[in-house]
């Protein structure tokens, strides 16, 4: 059959200690493996928001709303474990499941958890790599943490497929476009492109965080892109990385960034 929809609430605001396993046809290692409030879009603790996308919606106050399909040929285990020391009170939770006959060869869904900083001399992320097989990758969430001052979303997000070595199949013109902004983030009636970003959310991408504090200090976002209408086929493997590169004075400048970040996609 097929899991149609996951929904989870909890009092404990802390949703990176809860994190999120689901196994399917009785395999040791979990497909999808992420903490609960990244895996729905929301992967800065310390600043709840809404979602309202297609696949995923956070809902007031903190409903925890999924719709990715996720098929299975004999079974579907999901858990979810505390990992912080402190008592709440409570989880809740609903899984809506259908049972009928799936095609031998339908792909299992799958999603990954990553975090890392960057570095001024590597200034590369790695959103995903270390899949080989046949699958289509469906969407990508940033929780992003700009450690700098500045415009920080002139890096390109690129997908190497099937082999791909120096060059990737897919680039995008920058991290703006790809989660589908221009010339930055801000109104349209503003003249920068930085702390002045505004915060969106559509069925299929958005920023639904844009946390500025002060120019100088540390900004955080939330971004979303599914690939639902366009998803990106692999026959052998996939690999998917986001360049932290800046703009100041004209010139682009490498960044040392705080990225975590939950990539999707389907696997056979």
Not at 39 to 66: E, I, K, T, W, Y
Not at 107 to 131: C, K, M, S, W
Not at 220 to 246: C, M, N, P
Request: net charge negative; proline share 5%; glycine share 8%.
């Amino acid at each position: 059959g097929a899991i149609e929809e996951l929904f989870i609430t909890t009092d404990h605001r802390r949703l990176s200690e809860l994190v999120l396993r689901i196994y399917w046809d009785g395999e040791e290692t979990p497909s999808v493996e992420c903490p609960l409030g990244a895996f729905f879009a929301m992967g800065h603790d310390a600043h709840p928001h809404a979602v309202n996308s297609l696949p995923v919606q956070v809902c007031p106050r903190g409903g925890l709303n999924c719709y990715w399909h996720m098929p299975f040929h004999s079974a579907a285990r999901v858990t979810l474990t505390y990992d912080g020391e402190e008592e709440f009170g409570l989880v809740a939770y609903r899984v809506l499941y259908k049972l009928y006959e799936i095609p031998a060869e339908a792909a299992a869904f799958h999603a990954q958890y990553r975090h890392a900083v960057t570095e001024r001399n590597d200034p590369v992320y790695t959103i995903l790599d270390g899949v080989s097989g046949k699958g289509s990758y469906v969407g990508t969430y940033l929780a992003w943490t700009a450690l700098q001052s500045d415009w920080w979303g002139e890096g390109e997000v690129k997908f190497y497929l099937d082999g791909d070595t120096d060059r990737p199949t897919m680039a995008d013109n920058g991290t703006e476009d790809y989660f589908g902004g221009s010339f930055g983030f801000s109104p349209f009636e503003s003249d920068a492109c930085w702390n002045h970003e505004q915060a969106f959310s559509y069925p299929f991408l958005g920023m639904p965080l844009a946390k500025l504090d002060a120019q100088n200090a540390p900004r955080k976002y939330s971004l979303y892109r599914w690939h639902i209408r366009d998803s990106i086929g692999f026959a052998r493997d996939i690999r998917a990385e986001v360049q932290t590169l800046g703009l100041r004075g004209g010139f682009y400048r490498p960044l040392s960034e705080d990225i975590a970040s939950v990539a999707y996609w389907y696997q056979t």
